[in-house]
């Protein structure tokens, strides 16, 4: 079982990056599933689909297939509970009523818990309804709720330290912590924000976790030996006006620079290119062969 949880800034293309990868497992012959985070699905419209629900359907991009599901808090704690439970109407009765609707909301950490609870319920915990895969991708939230994810188990086993409920806690926290399983990537953009944040981020996961983050510089735009002679004589004959090509010469520096930071910063780092096609199943494609991971 091998699980990765994708995540990075806001807009630096973890949904994209998190696809790749579910496409690259899934070729190598992998029982692979891309899981999406929250209320809202992102490929629903992204990869022009009817609906994506918390349970998995099977999608296709480029002859391979994989499944796709999209995972709230809620809904994955009424998966173990019904489990338990067995009987839809038991469930109902504890869960579906105003007072304990209310206390599954405003209990700290608990929908946290009930999904990271879902993502490791397959080996070594084998907990609750079967997990048929062998890949999990999950495209995670961005930075600061990134956190506060991770932080869920660690939280709740302080709280609650015996009992079954602790058992649960600490088995989960236990999964996080095996680098044989959890593997954790930072997606961040060659440019100042994303690239600290991204930084910061790998950080915190590291600090929370002992676990080292992938850092992963994604849509990167870089130039021929040939071409960057080519721009810098352009340049230089037009160098009274703001040319395209001494923005494009400045691109590549900054975009070096960046990456320069990353290499140095001790955390694996990988580039990936900008991939230069507004059909997202060809982005997907690519970055998905340029994955070295
Ligand atoms: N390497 C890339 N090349 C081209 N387009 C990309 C690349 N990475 C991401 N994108 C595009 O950028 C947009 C934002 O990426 P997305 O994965 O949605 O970011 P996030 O999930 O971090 O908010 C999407 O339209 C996506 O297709
Ligand atoms: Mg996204």
Redesign the pocket.
């Given at each position: 079982m091998e699980i990765n949880f994708v995540t990075?800034?806001?807009?630096?293309?973890?949904?994209?990056?998190?696809?790749a990868l579910a496409l690259r497992r899934a070729r190598a012959g992998f029982r692979t599933i891309l899981v999406e985070l929250g209320d809202q699905s992102?490929f629903r419209d992204?990869l022009d689909l009817k609906e994506v629900q918390y349970r998995p359907q099977a999608i296709k991009i480029g002859g391979v297939q994989f499944d796709l599901a999209q995972w709230s808090g809620q809904e994955c704690l009424k998966d173990y509970a019904l489990h338990i439970l067995k009987i839809e109407s038991l469930y109902r009765l504890f869960f579906e009523n105003a007072v304990s609707r209310a206390l599954v909301n405003v209990a700290p950490a608990l929908p946290e818990l009930s999904i990271l609870g879902k993502i490791t319920s397959g080996p070594p915990r084998n907990v609750g309804p079967k997990l048929p895969y062998d890949v999990i991708v999950v495209?995670a939230y961005?930075s600061g709720h990134f956190m506060a994810l991770l932080n869920a188990p660690a939280g709740l086993a302080a709280a609650v330290k015996f009992g079954p409920m602790g058992e649960q806690v600490r088995s989960i926290d236990s999964v996080l912590h095996d680098q044989e399983i959890c593997h954790f990537y930072v997606?961040t953009l060659p440019e100042e924000l994303p690239v600290v944040e991204g930084l910061e981020l790998a950080h915190n996961i590291n600090k929370r976790l002992q676990i080292k983050p992938k850092l992963l510089l994604?849509?990167?735009l870089f130039f021929e030996e040939e071409l960057l002679t080519e721009l810098e004589q352009e340049n230089s004959a037009a160098d009274h006006l703001p040319s395209f090509s001494k923005y494009l010469l400045e691109l590549n520096l900054r975009q070096r620079l960046m990456q320069d930071r990353l290499l140095k910063s001790g955390y694996s780092t990988e580039t990936?290119?900008?991939?230069?096609?507004f059909d997202?199943k060809n982005?997907?494609e690519?970055?998905s062969q340029e994955l070295k991971i």
């Open positions: 990075g800034k806001g807009g630096v293309g973890k949904s994209a990056v998190a696809a992102y992204y495209d961005a997606v994604n849509r990167c990936l290119p900008w991939v230069l096609s997202t982005v997907l690519k970055l």
